[in-house]
C-alpha cells in the first residue's frame, strides 16, 4: 500500500473530476474509473480527491496496480492495517468482504491499472467503500463510472500558466500552452522552470524549441512521447544534469520503482526539495515520506542520448542491497521489504536480466517467504528459477539457489510434494557441479528429506561446517544451520543426536537473539518436539507451551510457525492422555488457519484431520 500523493507544486487538478468523484458516492459500492492519456494528470487529480477524503475522516488506501503482484501486496498490507492480516490472495479476498460489510465510509485507488484482470476480482459488490482506478488504458472504461481526465482547454491552460508563474501574458500564455498541447504535465514542468529561472514566456519558448527531441533521445521501440511532454522535461532536467547531487538523484528515480522511492532510501535532501520545486518530482505520503517521479519523466531520463543507463542501474542496485535486510527481520520490517521488492521489480524490468538483480530477486523471494506472503513467493521464486535457468543453464550456483527458493515457497505453502521431482533433479545437479563439495540446501528438508532423510544430512552436515568456518558460532546463519541439522537427525531417526544438537541450539540463541525471538522460540518448539520423540514427555509439553505461548505474542496466532507450534503441542498433548485439551488446542487453530489460510488449505486441512483423529 502506497502513500497517498501531497499535493504537487505547480499543479490544480480539474475541478470537474473533483465533483464527478464525490458525486459518486453512495450507500452502495461504486467504482470509478478515471481514465485518458498519459500525462493529463490523472494521479495527480486521484491524489488531490483521496487527500479530500483523508481530511473528511474516511479510511483511504492507495495502492499501485500496474501488475497483479502489486494490487496483492497493497491489499495485504491494507488487510495487516486493519487487522486482517492473512496470506496473499487470502489477504485480498478478506479486504474485499470487510469492505461489502462497511457501513463507514472509505476510499481505495488503485493507481496505474494496466490490466482489469489485476484488480476486478478484489472490487466490493456491496458496501460504501467508493474505489477509484486510475488507468490510461481504455478497457478500464468498461468498468465502473468513467471519469475522462482530459488535457487543459487552452484558456484552463492560460489561466493555469498565469497563476503558476504571476506573469500576466495572455497572448505569451497561449502560444506556449498551444505549443506544450495543452498537456497538464508538460505545463507544470514549463510553470515550474519559468519561476526557476524567471523567464517570460517567450524566452521559454525559444528555449523549448532549442530542445531537439530527436537528437536528445534515443530512438527506441515503444510509445510516441505525448505532445510537448519530452521537450518540456529535457529542458527541465537539463540545469540538473550538470552537476551532483542532483544527476544522480535523477538517475536514481528514473530506474526504481515508479510508484515512489522512501526518502530514508535517497542520499540529499536538499537535491530532493529541488527537484520537487522544479515539478520533476513529487511527494507523498506523511511529511513528504515518499519521492515520486512520473513514468513519462523517468522513460525521458532512461531513454535520453548519450546516458550511461546501465551505471545508474548498479548504482540503484547498490542501494538496494545495501538497505536490505536478514530474513530474521523480515516480519517487523515488512512494510520496507515491500517497497524493495518494487524496486528489484523496476530494476529487472529497466535492465533486462542482469546479474546482481538475479541475486536481489532471491533476496525477494526469501523475503516474501518469512513474511507469510507465500503465493507471491512461489510466483516470483517460479519466475526466478526459469530466468536463471534460461540465463545461466541448469548446472549453475544461481539455478541452484533458485530451485531452492522454489522449495521453500512451497513448502510454506503447505505443497512440498508438488516440487519432490524438481528437487530429486537439483540433488542431481549439486552432485555433478561441485562433487566433494557442500553448498546452502536449507529448504531440501522440509520438501524432500521427510523421503529420503539419509540422503540429506550429508548436505547439512556440511553446510554447518562450512558456515561455521565463514561465519563464526554465533552467526543467526550458523544457529539456523544447527537447527537444520539437528532437524535432519530426527527424520533420520537420529533421535538422540538430534536432541543434543537442539539443546545446545536453544541456549545458544537464547543467549545471541533473546528469550522472545522468534527463532529462539522456533528452537524450544523443535526440541519439545525431539523430547516427545525420544519419549520425554515431561520435558516435551511444558516446552512447547513455552514456544506457542510465546509465537503468539511475537509473530501472531496465524503465522505458520505458530500454526505449526499448536499442531505440536495439541499432538504431544493426545499422546499423553490429555485429549480434551488437546481437542481445545486444535479447534482454535483450525479455527485460525481456516480464517488465515482459507478452508480447503493443506495446512487447515491437515489440523483438521489431526483434530477428526483424536476426537
Same mark, same amino acid.
Given at each position: 500500500?502506497?502513500?497517498?500523493?501531497?499535493?504537487?507544486?505547480?499543479?490544480?487538478?480539474?475541478?470537474?473530476?473533483?465533483?464527478?468523484?464525490?458525486?459518486?458516492?453512495?450507500?452502495?459500492?461504486?467504482?470509478?474509473?478515471?481514465?485518458?492519456?498519459?500525462?493529463?494528470?490523472?494521479?495527480?487529480?486521484?491524489?488531490?480527491?483521496?487527500?479530500?477524503?483523508?481530511?473528511?475522516?474516511? *479510511?483511504?488506501?492507495?495502492?499501485?496496480?500496474?501488475?497483479?503482484?502489486?494490487?496483492?501486496?497493497?491489499?495485504?498490507?491494507?488487510?495487516?492495517?486493519?487487522?486482517?492480516? /492473512?496470506?496473499?490472495?487470502?489477504?485480498?479476498?478478506?479486504?474485499?468482504?470487510?469492505?461489502?460489510?462497511?457501513? +463507514?465510509?472509505?476510499?481505495?485507488?488503485?493507481?496505474?491499472?494496466?490490466?482489469?484482470?489485476?484488480?476486478?476480482?478484489? =472490487?466490493?459488490?456491496?458496501?460504501?467503500?467508493?474505489?477509484?482506478? /486510475?488507468?490510461?488504458?481504455?478497457?478500464?472504461?468498461?468498468?465502473?463510472?468513467?471519469?475522462?481526465?482530459?488535457?487543459?482547454?487552452?484558456?484552463?491552460?492560460? %489561466?493555469?500558466?498565469?497563476?503558476?508563474?504571476?506573469?500576466?501574458?495572455?497572448?505569451?500564455?497561449?502560444?506556449?500552452?498551444?505549443?506544450? #498541447?495543452?498537456?497538464? =504535465?508538460?505545463?507544470?514542468?514549463?510553470?515550474?522552470?519559468?519561476?526557476?529561472?524567471?523567464?517570460?514566456?517567450?524566452?521559454? *519558448?525559444?528555449?523549448?524549441?532549442?530542445?531537439?527531441?530527436?537528437?536528445?533521445?534515443?530512438?527506441?521501440? #515503444?510509445?510516441?512521447?505525448?505532445?510537448?511532454?519530452?521537450?518540456?522535461?529535457?529542458?527541465?532536467? @537539463?540545469?540538473?544534469?550538470?552537476?551532483?547531487?542532483?544527476?544522480?538523484?535523477?538517475?536514481?528515480?528514473?530506474?526504481?520503482?515508479?510508484?515512489?522511492?522512501?526518502?530514508?532510501?535517497?542520499?540529499?535532501?536538499?537535491?530532493?526539495?529541488?527537484?520537487?520545486?522544479?515539478?520533476?518530482?513529487?511527494?507523498?505520503?506523511?511529511?513528504?515520506? !515518499?519521492?515520486?517521479?512520473?513514468?513519462?519523466?523517468?522513460?525521458?531520463? %532512461?531513454?535520453?542520448?548519450?546516458?550511461? *543507463?546501465?551505471?545508474?542501474?548498479? %548504482?540503484? +542496485?547498490?542501494?538496494?542491497?545495501?538497505?536490505?535486510?536478514? +530474513?530474521?527481520?523480515?516480519?517487523?520490517?515488512?512494510?520496507?521489504?515491500?517497497?524493495?521488492?518494487?524496486?528489484?521489480?523496476?530494476?529487472?524490468?529497466?535492465?533486462?536480466?542482469?546479474?546482481? &538483480?538475479?541475486?536481489?530477486?532471491?533476496?525477494?523471494?526469501?523475503? =516474501?517467504?518469512?513474511?507469510?506472503?507465500?503465493?507471491?513467493?512461489?510466483?516470483?521464486?517460479?519466475?526466478?528459477?526459469?530466468?536463471?535457468?534460461?540465463?545461466?543453464?541448469?548446472?549453475?550456483?544461481?539455478?541452484?539457489?533458485?530451485?531452492?527458493? &522454489?522449495?521453500?515457497?512451497?513448502?510454506?505453502?503447505?505443497?512440498?510434494?508438488?516440487?519432490?521431482?524438481?528437487?530429486?533433479? !537439483?540433488?542431481?545437479?549439486?552432485?555433478?557441479?561441485?562433487?566433494?563439495?557442500?553448498?546452502?540446501?536449507?529448504?531440501?528438508?522440509?520438501?524432500?528429506?521427510?523421503?529420503?532423510?539419509?540422503?540429506?544430512?550429508?548436505?547439512?552436515?556440511?553446510?554447518?561446517?562450512?558456515?561455521?568456518?565463514?561465519?563464526?558460532?554465533?552467526?543467526?546463519? /550458523?544457529?539456523?544451520?544447527?537447527?537444520?541439522?539437528?532437524?535432519?537427525?530426527?527424520?533420520?531417526?537420529?533421535?538422540?543426536?538430534?536432541?543434543?544438537?537442539?539443546?545446545?541450539?536453544?541456549?545458544?540463541?537464547?543467549?545471541?537473539?533473546? @528469550?522472545?525471538?522468534?527463532?529462539?522460540?522456533?528452537?524450544?518448539?523443535?526440541?519439545?518436539? +525431539?523430547?516427545?520423540?525420544?519419549?520425554?514427555?515431561?520435558?516435551?509439553?511444558?516446552?512447547?507451551?513455552?514456544?506457542?505461548?510465546?509465537?503468539?505474542?511475537?509473530?501472531?496466532?496465524?503465522?505458520?510457525?505458530?500454526?505449526?507450534?499448536?499442531?505440536?503441542?495439541?499432538?504431544?498433548?493426545?499422546?499423553?492422555?490429555?485429549?480434551?485439551?488437546?481437542?481445545?488446542?486444535?479447534?482454535?487453530?483450525?479455527? =485460525?488457519?481456516?480464517?488465515?489460510?482459507?478452508?480447503?488449505?493443506?495446512?487447515?486441512?491437515?489440523?483438521?484431520?489431526?483434530? %477428526?483423529?483424536?476426537?
Amino acid at each position: 500500500m502506497g502513500p497517498v500523493p501531497r499535493a504537487p507544486h505547480h499543479f490544480q487538478p480539474p475541478a470537474d473530476v473533483l465533483h464527478a468523484l464525490a458525486e459518486a458516492t453512495g450507500s452502495t459500492a461504486v467504482v470509478c474509473s478515471v481514465t485518458d492519456g498519459r500525462g493529463v494528470g490523472k494521479t495527480q487529480a486521484a491524489g488531490a480527491y483521496a487527500r479530500q477524503r483523508v481530511a473528511d475522516g474516511w *479510511l483511504v488506501a492507495w495502492i499501485p496496480a500496474q501488475t497483479k503482484d502489486l494490487v496483492v501486496a497493497g491489499l495485504v498490507t491494507l488487510a495487516d492495517a486493519l487487522g486482517l492480516r /492473512t496470506q496473499d490472495d487470502t489477504a485480498a479476498a478478506k479486504v474485499r468482504d470487510h469492505l461489502q460489510t462497511r457501513t +463507514a465510509p472509505a476510499l481505495l485507488v488503485f493507481d496505474n491499472v494496466t490490466d482489469p484482470a489485476h484488480v476486478i476480482d478484489y =472490487l466490493p459488490a456491496a458496501g460504501s467503500a467508493q474505489i477509484v482506478l /486510475t488507468s490510461a488504458s481504455h478497457a478500464m472504461d468498461r468498468v465502473g463510472v468513467r471519469v475522462p481526465v482530459d488535457l487543459f482547454a487552452p484558456e484552463t491552460a492560460v %489561466r493555469y500558466l498565469t497563476e503558476s508563474t504571476g506573469r500576466d501574458d495572455p497572448a505569451g500564455a497561449a502560444e506556449l500552452a498551444a505549443g506544450l #498541447g495543452c498537456l497538464p =504535465l508538460a505545463l507544470a514542468q514549463a510553470a515550474a522552470s519559468i519561476t526557476r529561472h524567471h523567464w517570460d514566456y517567450p524566452t521559454y *519558448l525559444r528555449r523549448l524549441r532549442e530542445v531537439a527531441v530527436a537528437e536528445l533521445l534515443d530512438a527506441r521501440p #515503444g510509445d510516441q512521447y505525448p505532445h510537448g511532454a519530452a521537450e518540456a522535461i529535457l529542458l527541465a532536467v @537539463e540545469p540538473f544534469l550538470a552537476a551532483e547531487p542532483t544527476r544522480g538523484l535523477l538517475d536514481l528515480l528514473s530506474v526504481l520503482s515508479p510508484d515512489g522511492v522512501s526518502r530514508r532510501l535517497l542520499p540529499d535532501a536538499d537535491a530532493v526539495a529541488d527537484l520537487v520545486e522544479a515539478s520533476l518530482v513529487e511527494e507523498a505520503g506523511p511529511e513528504g515520506s !515518499t519521492v515520486v517521479m512520473h513514468r513519462l519523466t523517468q522513460r525521458v531520463l %532512461r531513454e535520453r542520448a548519450g546516458h550511461d *543507463l546501465a551505471e545508474a542501474l548498479v %548504482r540503484a +542496485a547498490e542501494l538496494v542491497a545495501t538497505t536490505a535486510f536478514p +530474513a530474521v527481520e523480515a516480519w517487523d520490517r515488512r512494510d520496507l521489504g515491500d517497497e524493495l521488492i518494487r524496486h528489484i521489480d523496476a530494476l529487472w524490468t529497466n535492465t533486462g536480466g542482469a546479474a546482481p &538483480v538475479l541475486t536481489l530477486r532471491l533476496w525477494a523471494v526469501r523475503q =516474501l517467504i518469512e513474511s507469510a506472503a507465500t503465493d507471491r513467493a512461489i510466483d516470483l521464486a517460479t519466475a526466478l528459477h526459469a530466468d536463471h535457468q534460461r540465463i545461466n543453464g541448469p548446472d549453475h550456483v544461481g539455478t541452484f539457489h533458485a530451485a531452492v527458493g &522454489v522449495a521453500q515457497a512451497y513448502t510454506r505453502a503447505g505443497r512440498a510434494e508438488e516440487i519432490l521431482p524438481l528437487l530429486e533433479r !537439483t540433488l542431481e545437479a549439486v552432485g555433478r557441479m561441485f562433487p566433494g563439495e557442500v553448498l546452502e540446501i536449507s529448504s531440501v528438508l522440509d520438501a524432500f528429506g521427510s523421503s529420503r532423510p539419509e540422503d540429506v544430512v550429508p548436505y547439512f552436515e556440511g553446510h554447518l561446517g562450512d558456515i561455521r568456518r565463514d561465519q563464526g558460532d554465533d552467526h543467526p546463519d /550458523t544457529l539456523t544451520s544447527v537447527d537444520n541439522l539437528a532437524r535432519a537427525y530426527l527424520e533420520a531417526g537420529r533421535v538422540s543426536e538430534s536432541v543434543v544438537l537442539f539443546e545446545r541450539n536453544l541456549g545458544d540463541r537464547r543467549r545471541v537473539l533473546g @528469550e522472545g525471538h522468534p527463532h529462539t522460540l522456533v528452537s524450544a518448539n523443535n526440541l519439545g518436539l +525431539a523430547y516427545w520423540t525420544a519419549d520425554r514427555l515431561d520435558e516435551s509439553l511444558p516446552l512447547l507451551a513455552e514456544a506457542l505461548d510465546g509465537l503468539r505474542q511475537a509473530v501472531g496466532e496465524s503465522h505458520h510457525d505458530t500454526l505449526a507450534a499448536a499442531n505440536n503441542l495439541a499432538h504431544a498433548m493426545a499422546s499423553a492422555g490429555r485429549t480434551d485439551e488437546a481437542v481445545a488446542i486444535y479447534e482454535r487453530t483450525v479455527a =485460525l488457519a481456516e480464517s488465515a489460510l482459507g478452508s480447503e488449505h493443506p495446512t487447515t486441512t491437515a489440523l483438521r484431520d489431526s483434530l %477428526r483423529e483424536i476426537s
